[in-house]
Each structure stands twice: as C-alpha cells, then as structure tokens.
C-alpha cells in the first residue's frame, strides 16, 4: 500500500469556522459600484452611476436583518468612500446595533472624512492595497514598497480612531508576487499596534473559450461581458496552500487553526484563519483551534452572534489569553516562551502582548465537470433582488438574471 502524503494543512486538524448562509460573522453591502480606481482582477465593472440611494440602502440592511445574523457590515462597492453619503451609511449601520465595516482602495479617505465616519460609528477598515491597482504615484511599486502606503494608512487611522477603530489590509495575490507574501507579513509584525490583520486573496478569472458553454437556467449566455472574463485559457488557480507553503518558508512554524471548507470539497480551505501572539515585533507562537472555537462559542453565547472585528484595545489582551493555554495545548509553548522572555527581558512587560491574524481566501474554483467550489458559510453575502447572494458573482445576476451554469462541451 503507497503512503498518502501529508496534507500541507490538514482540515481535520483545525477548527471549523461556524459561520453558515443564516448565521454568520458579516454580510456584505455594496452602496455603490462606483470606484476610483481600476484594479486588474477585480470581479464588479465599475459603474459611475452606480450609487444607492439611502433607502436602498436601508432595504438592503433590512433584508440582512430579515435573513441573517450578523455581527459586521462590510461596506464595500465599488470603492464607498466615493459615495456621497457614506458617513450617513456607516450611521445607518451602527444605529441598527451592528459594526460598520469600511472596505477601501483609501484613495479617498481624508483625515477630515475618517474624523466623520469615526464619530458615525465605524468600526473598521480594511483597505485593499496590491501592485496590479494602477495606483496614482504607485504604479511601479512592488508589495515591500507599498507597506509604505499600508502603514500612512494604518496610523492615520489609529491616530485620528483614537485605538478604537481596527485596520487591516488585504491584497489580491497573484502568481508573480505570491513571493511577497511573507515580506508583508514581516511588515504588519513590526506594526501589531496599529494592525489587526492581513488578508490575502487567491487570484481568479473566469476562462472564455475552454471546454464549456455557458448557460443560465438552460439558456446560452455570453460569459465574455463579465469584468472578470478572459480568453486566457493557462491555468492561474493559487490555492490558499500554496500561499502557506511560500508563507512557511520565512516563517517555517506558520500554523492556521481555523477555516471554511467549499461547497464541492469539503478539504478545500476557502477561508483560512491564523492568528499568533507577540509584541514589538517578536512572535511567540500561534493559537491553536480550541482558542478559536472558545472566542466565537462565548461570543455566540454573550451577544448571540458570531464574532466579526474587534477594537485592537481587545486584541491587546494577549496576557490573559494565555490563560486559554489549560484548553489549548498550541497555547502552552507560546505562554512558556513568554514568560522565559519576561524573565530575561523585565522591560518588555511594558509592552502589550497583542493577537494578529493572517486569513487567505481562496476564491472559486471551477472543476472539469462544470462544478464550482464556492465558499461554504461564505461571510461576503450580498443582497440582490431582496436575495442573499455571492458577493464575487453579483455581475451574473445582475445581468442576467441568475447564475452561470458552465456545461462541459
């Protein structure tokens, strides 16, 4: 009998995230398809005339509110800061009792507009900032010459938010610079006061003129109108392992301990969650899969939702995260690491030990037999058509009507 090899992350090994259609940590709003930039890869066709009104807006909260649990609203678009109104937006969102979540390129972001939506209520920002955006004074940077960008961004908004609002990064990763990854995590390690998490996302396009029609409820479609489209028929499907794997050579111990599994594979790891301990700089380990289980069970239990972001004032309780060490063994050489170090080094108890995250996203995949492997318990569920729908795939029905079947020739 030939041995199996080893996973390079096992899903038996990690904690399920819980988060289902009907219950889950965020949903996904889209104000506006408006952007401001031009982002190779971006899935939404930007539209200048695509904003909301406020009482589409309110509908759309309304059928969230009617049909799932939250905890967060991501404000996304299209880019929403372009939005005439986003600062009523994000009041809107927080006086419904949820977290506004503000997703952005930050093109447009002022110290004068986050002073605003600061005092609205916002809760976060995640910007997206990658080297394929054809970003004005940026365009020839590369991902280590953008932490620049990041970390403008990340101190304007601790200070301006005062340590209550959370920031955090994402960027569409790509073949050619998959090899920053772990130069961008080395990056938001020296800056875990003011960086709650990173999050890379697994490049996708939708190939035209492979192996398959294209239908939708038996109807042919032309699939070629979508943003997302090309005639490119190479293979270019990074999976979240192989972002680990280069992960794994700068940081060899880089343990996930959470995930969503697709809705055609149950070991394909759609959403896959790390988090890890440090201060300074200097990590100490990672969380294991019962510390995440325990915070989104409490949370669950105490608010009856399940835990989106958090104010990095929480993440900075590291110390009596320890404590959890007595249910989660991954959490003993972290607290024995610590404490040696206190030892050695008393002027360190001045500093917070702290909890950053590093999620990868591995959008869809298409199989050869038509089949696509979306994300299982997806939290960037949108509204269409008063209808919860995929966020990535909202062109579809938008325009026509439904979502594409692809039909093996």
């Not at 920031?167 to 772990?182: G, H, I, K, M, Q």
């Amino acid at each position: 009998m030939t041995a199996q090899a080893q996973p390079i992350v096992d899903h038996r090994s990690l904690y399920r995230l819980p988060w289902s259609l009907p219950d889950n940590a965020i949903a996904w709003l889209e104000p506006t398809a408006k952007c401001n930039l031009a982002c190779f890869g971006c899935y939404r066709e930007n539209d200048p005339r695509g904003h909301k009104t406020l009482e589409q807006i309110a509908s759309d909260l309304d059928v969230f509110q009617r049909y799932r649990t939250v905890d967060g609203i991501s404000i996304a678009g299209g880019d929403p800061l372009v939005h005439p109104q986003t600062t009523e937006i994000v009041r809107m969102v927080a006086e419904r009792g949820l977290k506004p979540i503000i997703n952005t390129n930050g093109l447009a972001l002022t110290e004068e507009l986050l002073a605003e939506l600061v005092s609205a209520g916002v809760a976060a920002f995640t910007f997206h900032i990658d080297s394929k955006q054809n970003r004005p004074g940026w365009k020839t940077s590369d991902e280590i010459e953008l932490c620049k960008l990041r970390q403008h961004y990340a101190e304007m908004v601790a200070r301006v938010g005062h340590g209550n609002v959370s920031c955090s990064f994402n960027a569409t990763v790509y073949e050619d610079t998959l090899r920053f990854v772990p130069d961008v995590i080395a990056w938001a390690r020296k800056h875990m006061d003011i960086v709650s998490t990173v999050v890379f996302i697994a490049f996708r396009a939708g190939a035209v003129g492979g192996d398959f029609d294209y239908q939708v409820n038996g109807r042919p479609v032309d699939f070629a109108v979508m943003p997302y489209a090309t005639e490119d028929l190479t293979k270019h499907e990074l999976q979240s392992t192989d972002i680990v794997t280069t992960i794994r050579e700068r940081y060899p111990d880089f343990m996930p301990s959470a995930y969503l599994n697709g809705t055609e594979r149950p070991d394909t790891m759609k959403w896959l969650l790390t988090g890890y301990l440090g201060e300074g700089g200097k990590v100490y380990g990672y969380v294991g899969p019962r510390s995440m289980e325990l915070t989104q069970t409490v949370h669950h239990l105490r608010t009856g939702r399940y835990l989106a972001y958090t104010t990095p004032k929480t993440l900075a309780m590291g110390r009596p995260m320890l404590l959890l060490a007595a249910v989660d063994k991954a959490l003993r050489p972290v607290a024995r690491r610590y404490l040696k170090a206190m030892a050695l080094h008393p002027w360190r108890l001045r500093r917070k030990l702290r909890l950053q995250s590093v999620m990868i996203i591995q959008p869809a995949d298409i199989y050869p037999d038509g089949s696509q492997n979306m994300c299982d318990g997806c939290p960037d569920i949108t509204v269409w058509n008063g209808q919860l729908v995929w966020s990535c795939r909202l062109e579809e029905p938008e325009k026509f009507g439904g979502f594409v079947q692809m039909i093996p020739r």
